[in-house]
């Protein structure tokens, strides 16, 4: 969920709680039924919220997962690709040094 959509959506929820919360306190009931209803009203919210961040919180920890397993791709692919170098390096220095040990020779007679 993007930041923005985040935003939206916590506003909207907060003016719909504050919009029942006025609507409740104007209604023309009695106080006990008045507080049940904010009570009622205020446990759907939180439970709502808990599932929202349940939610959010398995997507986060489902993408975490699989950057995860991506690093340790790329990681693993740089490794080979690094050996793969390394022999190359080591054969190119193999030949310039028997090239320079043919020219020293050469140079000895």
Avoid: C, W
């Amino acid at each position: 969920m993007s930041n923005n959509t985040g935003n939206t959506l916590l506003a909207l929820l907060t003016g719909a709680a504050i919009g029942a919360g006025i609507g409740i306190l104007f209604a023309p009931d009695k106080g006990s039924k008045t507080r049940g209803k904010i009570k009622d009203g205020y446990d759907d919210a939180k439970n709502d919220l808990k599932n929202k961040f349940d939610n959010a919180s398995l997507e986060l920890k489902d993408k975490l997962t699989i950057a995860k397993f991506d690093l340790e791709e790329t990681y693993e692919e740089l490794v080979s690709n690094m050996s793969h170098k390394t022999e190359d390096v080591i054969s190119f220095l193999e030949e310039k040094l028997a090239e320079l040990k043919r020219q020293n020779a050469k140079l000895q007679k």
